[in-house]
């Protein structure tokens, strides 16, 4: 088997890399990250059980205005949570950090961080989610409480 890498330099830092046998078989982009503008959530999952117990994961992420993570923001972000939820822990991976995890801010590390919100036990209904940090577009999403019975538990 003949396998070939080739290594193509493309504008604005994005270098593409290509494997091929007869064909391109795999390929792999970097981008460079421009100035941080924005914060993107990304929910584990956005409907849980009105339980008290279940627990959405949200992803927080700093982003240029294309999209790319920036890996070297560490803004600090303010979140905030209406409806039937509530905020249960905030992290952001970094082991030395002595911030709390109960709190309803978090600075980014290696522009990450993580949410965790908190159903409300009987409370059905939309958990509206928000996130927000000087100098960067602020966002939402919106997380669906629903009676465990209507999802088939308990």
């Known amino acids: 088997m003949n396998l ?3 290594d193509l330099r493309r504008p604005l830092g994005a270098p593409l890399r290509e494997a091929k046998t007869q ?3 795999a390929s792999d982009e970097v981008r460079t990250a421009g100035a941080p503008a924005k ?4 929910p584990d999952r956005s409907q849980i059980a009105a339980d008290g117990d279940d627990l959405s994961f949200i ?3 700093i982003e240029d205005q294309d999209g790319n993570l920036c890996p070297l923001a560490d803004n600090l972000v303010r979140f905030n949570v209406s409806g039937p939820g509530r905020i249960a822990a905030v992290d952001n991976g970094n082991a030395a950090t002595v911030e709390p995890f109960q709190a309803d801010q978090r600075r980014a590390f290696s522009g990450m ?3 965790i919100v908190r159903s409300q036990k009987g409370r059905a209904g939309e958990i509206l989610v928000g996130a927000e940090s000087a100098g960067l577009a602020p966002a939402t999403v919106t997380l ?3 009676q465990p019975s209507q999802l088939g538990l308990r």
């Open 23 to 25: 064909g391109v078989v």
């Open 39 to 42: 914060i993107t959530l990304v």
């Open 59 to 61: 992803t927080v992420r």
């Open 113 to 115: 961080a993580m949410l």
């Open 4 to 6: 070939a890498i080739r």
């Open 144 to 146: 669906t409480s629903t």
